[in-house]
Nanobody
């Protein structure tokens, strides 16, 4: 089992940047595929990005491709989401999640563990 805690959210102006972090407990962080999702008020939770166990393979939602970068540091049990050129439509609660499935995982029901989320608000 792994516990996840997100941090780094906040209020930022459009075109600004934020870096989210997700710290994982336990010694098995490197055995999980990691992902970031987001949920805006009144909307479904949607996939943002995912990264494989070694950090060598990443995949992004079209809406964030070219602006967001997911990375991980297995020595620090942490996954990151660097968000650049933020837009008001990026406003949401951002969640990190861990999956035991191998391969690119973009559907939320294939993730086993979730953090509590961190709020990102982008003003226009």
């Amino acid at each position: 089992q792994v516990q996840l805690v997100e941090s780094g959210g906040g209020l930022v102006q459009a075109w600004g940047s934020l870096r989210l972090s997700c710290a994982a407990s336990g010694r098995t962080f490197g055995s999980y595929q990691m992902g970031w999702f987001r949920q805006a008020p009144g909307k479904e939770r949607e996939f943002v990005a995912t990264i494989n166990r070694s950090g060598g393979v990443t995949y992004y939602a079209d809406s964030v491709k070219g602006r967001f970068t997911i990375s991980r540091d297995n020595a620090k049990n942490t996954v990151y989401l660097q968000m650049n050129s933020l837009k008001p439509e990026d406003t949401a609660t951002y969640y990190c999640a861990a999956s035991q499935i191998y391969g690119v995982v973009t559907t939320r029901n294939r993730y086993d563990y979730w953090g509590q989320g961190t709020q990102v608000t982008v003003s226009s």
